[in-house]
């Protein structure tokens, strides 16, 4: 056999041709050299061309189309993408065809009764003139369908329906409307709250724990029956709280049962309760880092040894230690309540442990919301300042003054950390109510018939908390007018300075009283709460058209010049100025006339007023007033000047003046004789008020009163058992026009010729 060797030529060659075949790919890149958009009338070309990855001049590459077609679909435009490559001269032509997504046009709701279209259309994802998007339209049927539930209808019934609507012959895209056909169905109601396993107490005591009711005949107005799924599942941690308050620590409230009827219109609800054993508290002690000494601080707790235990005790606790940490600058001290439980003793240890962190600055105080308020009127109620020690007692104090001014519906404080871990902020948000009214309106009134009034009122005139009035009331037998201005920081300074003007006109029975007058008042702030006030006032009173029938006594001093200073000191810790619901209000004055004029007389005068929330949104009111005046020389109290009972403002089942000392006068010369009300030179006035918010949103409340006065002569002394009284109902709306008063009064003990129903209209509140 013979071995035939390859020349060097032949093996030059075969490598050649080897180098050839593995350096060659066997599927070249084609260059995308043009890109073309087909099917696109709505969203640009450019906009299209823009979001894709392949670009004019890259390497034509399936995975790059791939997530091009994914971000053509996101951008949430097109029914259906394709890609087409095509083959051109030295490279590749990208077509994109798309088909647009028909266009929403038009939305409307059909079928709604209970909820207004204003907030369905807030709750709706689906837009007019945009395309439509699947996912929007379930999130805007199921958000539909969730505020109906809350509102009680959780059979209510919600289903789209598109309508084509007319297109020009040109256009390529369907329009549509889209229509939300709503069938509300009657609301689902409780029928019966029902507990399994309580022992301890009844199904009474717990259901008037719970938020959640049943149904009932004052369900219209209660609210009552309502079935709201979150507050169901939040009444088991109510009845857990209940539990634990009266020492049932280990008490278990599992998950509510939720029972539809057959007829899928009621609702049964029920909660399994576990309730265990009874703990009493062994041992109870502040642990870690201590203020003071262990005994003091354990001695302030309200949660003591003995004592059964009490979740809420435990959370006033927890309170208590955070201001008593808080007071000392201690903005951020940590405090953990430790409870260990002895089930054989039914005993349990509670342990307070304090990290009390490092002390904390107030590094700055910042306000917000304050469109119209200056933040000076603002600042100047605080009792925390920048760069000062945090102080808890001084940050809520702070709050409420801000609140009780009574320009804002919300005052809210947030305390984020500064810029370091001493350092913290105070964030104060507010939201400003409308502190200006101007009111013109028309009444009745069963003893001045037809009123008519007219008033332009503003508490925060140009945002700088000067308050002014300026307003007119007219009825047949009142007319008023009043001006008037007070800057609570005049000057920015702990001075008060008012200024009034007034003009009146009253029409007696037996006189018509015309005046006119004003005053100037000098305060200042002496404690907190406090201030001491000096008010000089001139009035020019003219009697006339008076009856000769009215004693001689009251014939001299008619008319004349009234020239008084009086003093007056005011403790007011009133939550809100404008609408209190608690705290109280406090002042005592005196008022000497005869600092020139034609009058003289000193008159002494203490007004305190109550407020205390009850139950829920109930709050009740106290107002009492005792009042002297006497004469420094040897003429009596001018009549214009005496007390005189009766009224919307005073004892509201009686006419106005028609309580007081009197006598029987004669009518005239042939014979006969009325009752004259000639007023008391001392009086005594106590209203006590339940009101009741009907509709919070509206302003419109309910008030029940009881009313007790009188006012007494010279020759009489103050006498509790000489009071007349009266009780009554009625409504208040606290409306654009400013605060309306409805109210009937019905006399206690009426006497003869006394009217068994008397109806007050006014403007303004009582007290």
Excluded at 156 to 171: G, L
Excluded at 638 to 657: A, D, H, K, Q, T
Excluded at 698 to 719: H, L, P, Q, R, Y
Aim: no cysteine.
């Amino acid at each position: 056999m013979k071995l035939q060797l390859w020349s060097s030529q032949s093996l030059l060659k075969a490598f050649l041709l080897a180098f050839l075949i593995f350096a060659t790919p066997l599927h070249a890149e084609s260059v995308v050299k043009e890109i073309q958009v087909n099917g696109n009338t709505r969203v640009e070309t450019q906009a299209i061309i823009g979001s894709l990855e392949t670009r004019i001049g890259s390497a034509y590459s399936a995975e790059k189309i791939q997530r091009d077609l994914k971000t053509l679909y996101k951008m949430g435009s097109f029914a259906d993408v394709t890609f087409e490559k095509v083959n051109v001269a030295g490279g590749t032509k990208l077509v994109v065809t798309v088909v647009e997504r028909s266009s929403i046009t038009k939305i409307s709701f059909e079928g709604n009764k209970k909820v207004k279209e204003d907030k369905l259309r807030e709750l709706s994802e689906v837009k007019a003139f945009s395309p439509l998007d699947s996912v929007r339209l379930s999130n805007t049927i199921r958000k539909i369908r969730e505020h109906y539930a809350k509102e009680g209808y959780h059979l209510a019934e919600i289903s789209p329906e598109f309508k084509k609507v007319p297109t020009t012959a040109d256009s390529h895209i369907e329009n549509e409307e889209l229509i939300f056909h709503i069938h509300e169905h009657e609301p689902v109601r409780i029928a019966r709250v029902n507990f399994i396993g309580n022992k301890v107490f009844s199904d009474d005591d717990l259901r008037s724990k719970i938020k959640t009711k049943s149904r009932s005949y004052f369900s219209w107005l209660t609210g009552g029956g309502k079935f709201q799924e979150e507050m169901v599942k939040r009444d088991s941690a109510f009845l857990v709280y209940f539990y634990q308050n009266n020492g049932y620590l280990k008490v278990k409230v599992g998950s509510p049962k939720v029972y539809l009827s057959r007829d899928r219109k009621s609702i049964t609800v029920t909660y399994h309760i576990t309730e265990g054993e009874k703990y009493k508290v062994k041992q109870v002690e502040v642990q870690g880092d201590i203020l003071t000494t262990k005994q003091e601080m354990d001695s302030k707790l309200v949660l003591k040894s003995g004592q059964f235990y009490s979740r809420q005790k435990v959370e006033e606790d927890l309170q208590l230690l955070s201001a008593l940490y808080g007071d000392q600058g201690y903005a951020f001290a940590n405090i953990n309540p430790v409870i260990i439980p002895n089930d054989e003793e039914r005993t349990a240890d509670v342990t307070y442990t304090v990290q009390r962190g490092p002390r904390v600055y107030i590094e700055k105080i910042n306000i917000s919301g304050n469109a119209v308020t200056r933040d000076k009127v603002i600042r100047r109620e605080l009792k925390i300042k920048e760069n000062t020690l945090y102080n808890e007692s001084r940050l809520r104090e702070s709050q409420q003054k801000v609140q009780a001014l009574g320009y804002f519906e919300e005052v809210n404080f947030a305390t984020p950390r500064g810029s370091s871990d001493d350092r913290i902020q105070i964030n104060i948000s507010v939201k400003e109510r409308q502190t200006g009214q101007f009111s013109i309106g028309a009444g009745f009134s069963s003893v001045e018939k037809f009123i008519l009034t007219a008033s332009l009122a503003k508490e925060n005139f140009l945002g700088y908390g000067v308050s002014g009035q300026f307003s007119v009331e007219a009825s047949s037998r009142r007319q008023l007018f009043v001006l008037s201005l007070e800057d609570p920081y005049f000057l920015d300074s702990q001075w008060i300075l008012g200024i009034s003007g007034f003009r009146t006109i009253n029409v007696y029975s037996d006189f018509d009283r015309k005046s006119f007058g004003g005053s100037a008042t000098l305060g200042h702030r002496i404690f907190d709460n406090s201030t001491f006030r000096l008010t000089y006032q001139a009035e020019d009173v003219n009697i006339s058209d008076f009856s000769t029938t009215v004693p001689a006594v009251f014939a001299n001093n008619l008319s004349g010049l009234t020239s008084s200073i009086g003093v007056s000191l005011i403790r007011d810790t009133r939550n809100n100025r404008l609408f209190p619901s608690s705290g109280m209000y406090q002042s005592i004055s005196s008022e000497f006339a005869g600092v020139g004029g034609d009058n003289d007389f000193v008159r002494v005068t203490e007004n305190f007023r109550y407020y205390q929330p009850l139950w829920k949104k109930i709050v009740g009111k106290l107002n009492f007033t005792a009042a002297q005046i006497e004469s420094t020389n040897s003429d009596p109290v001018p009549l214009f000047e005496r007390y005189f009972m009766g009224g919307v403002n005073s004892l509201r089942g009686y006419y106005l003046r028609d309580v007081g000392p009197s006598v029987r006068v004669p009518i005239s010369s042939i014979g006969g004789d009325h009752r004259f009300v000639f007023g008391g030179n001392k009086m005594l006035q106590l209203n006590l008020e339940l009101e009741l918010p009907l509709y919070d949103p509206a302003g419109f409340k309910a008030v029940t009163f009881f009313d007790t006065g009188n006012s007494f002569s010279e020759e009489e002394n103050f006498s509790v058992k000489h009071l007349r009284s009266d009780y009554g109902f009625g409504l208040r709306w606290n409306s654009p026009f400013g605060p309306l008063r409805f109210e009937w009064g019905l006399p206690i003990n009426r006497q003869p010729g006394e009217s068994p129903v008397i109806f007050n209209f006014t403007i303004g509140s009582f007290f």
